[in-house]
T-cell receptor, first 114, second 114 residues
Framework: AQSVSQHNHHVILSEAASLELGCNYS??????LFWYVQYPGQHLQLLLK??????LVKGIKGFEAEFIKSKFSFNLRKPSVQWSDTAEYFC????????????FGKGTRLHILP | ETGVTQTPRHLVMGMTNKKSLKCEQH?????MYWYKQSAKKPLELMFV???????ENNSVPSRFSPECPNSSHLFLHLHTLQPEDSALYLC?????????????FGPGTRLTVL
């Protein structure tokens, strides 16, 4: 089975700062990678996903993530954050094997100061 | 209604009560999930159903009892809960079980056990 780790548990940034949230996974086969976001009081929703092809994936609201296979990483980035990006961000890893369900990281709480 | 809905949104119950959480998905998906989300803990996968058949039970105490009468509905029956069971309970669905498919989440039920 796969595993996933998010190293930053709580990040505080000022508006217009650049963001990078780390995500590393462990799995011996082909993976599918996801970033989910949970805004305050709202449900978890998909931010972006990687299945194959271009390792640089663009998602909603100006977010992007880069899959680096050699580093087993899928870091989330945004060049200039906004106050509305305050939320909790979850990295998730899925495998093509139906026996291996999607595994979520512990999440990173992002707080943007106005 | 679209997406994944959950009722009730908030529930307060005593340790001797019996209550049920309901989840409904309007997406035509084949797989449904129950997660527990507690403060400072990662998302905990509780149960997985595929085409109404339970395929995973992650060592969840028997005071939680799931039911999936059809592919659109999922219930979580609660009885004799403990205060540490207080959490946000999330329902999700996906097209299929494999990790290639993103999960769509409901808004959750905020459960407080007194």
């Amino acid at each position: 089975a796969q595993s996933v780790s998010q190293h930053n548990h709580h990040v505080i940034l000022s508006e217009a700062a650049s963001l990078e949230l780390g995500c590393n996974y462990s799995y011996g086969g082909t993976v599918n990678l996801f970033w989910y976001v949970q805004y305050p009081g709202q449900h978890l929703q998909l931010l972006l996903k990687y299945f194959s092809g271009d390792p640089l994936v663009k998602g909603i609201k100006g977010f992007e993530a880069e899959f680096i296979k050699s580093k087993f990483s899928f870091n989330l980035r945004k060049p200039s954050v906004q106050w509305s990006d305050t939320a909790e961000y979850f990295c998730a890893v899925g495998a093509m094997n139906r026996d291996d369900k999607i595994i979520f990281g512990k999440g990173t709480r992002l707080h943007i100061l106005p | 209604e679209t997406g994944v809905t959950q009722t009730p949104r908030h529930l307060v119950m005593g340790m001797t009560n019996k209550k049920s959480l309901k989840c409904e998905q309007h997406l035509g998906h084949n797989a449904m999930y129950w997660y527990k989300q507690s403060a400072k803990k990662p998302l905990e996968l509780m149960f997985v159903y595929s085409l109404e058949e339970r395929v995973e039970n992650n060592s969840v105490p028997s005071r939680f009892s799931p039911e999936c009468p059809n592919s659109s509905h999922l219930f979580l029956h609660l009885h004799t809960l403990q205060p540490e069971d207080s959490a946000l309970y999330l329902c999700a669905s996906s097209q299929d079980l494999a990790g290639a498919y993103e999960q769509f989440f409901g808004p959750g039920t905020r459960l407080t056990v007194l």
